[in-house]
């Protein structure tokens, strides 16, 4: 694995964190993103507290990391971009039906309110 971290916040402001640590971009493709019944594609990537897991690896080993789930692992993996070089227009962009958007604008889970309470 080159990188992995839990989506507390979301998956779009996750992965754009991890991208800025990394000095990387994303594409994701929003057709493999996954999402639960009735959940738009806007709360897939902006809710956090979903218990899911963030992992960056080669294409080589994330096909090796899909096989090994599909035989033993009780949950699944799902493979939903790639990492590709940074642009200047935003470090994580989706591929859609419409054409690319960039993606750093979206707020994620929001663990405090402005006033600090929880």
């Not at 964190?17 to 897939?44: D, F, H, T, W, Y």
Request: charged share 25%.
């Amino acid at each position: 694995l080159h990188a992995m971290m839990d989506l507390s916040d979301g998956l779009a402001p996750d992965l754009a964190k991890l991208c800025e640590a990394s000095r990387v971009g994303a594409l994701l493709e929003s057709s493999r993103i996954p999402r639960n019944p009735g959940c738009s594609l806007r709360q897939a990537l902006t809710e956090g507290e979903d218990f899911e897991l963030l992992i960056a690896a080669s294409p080589q080993d994330a096909n090796r990391l899909i096989h090994w789930a599909r035989r033993g692992l009780p949950c699944g993996l799902s493979r939903i971009g790639r990492i590709v070089p940074r642009e200047r227009r935003g470090a994580v962009r989706l591929i859609t039906r419409e054409g690319i958007q960039v993606l750093d604008s979206l707020a994620g889970f929001q663990h405090f309110k402005d006033d600090g309470t929880q």
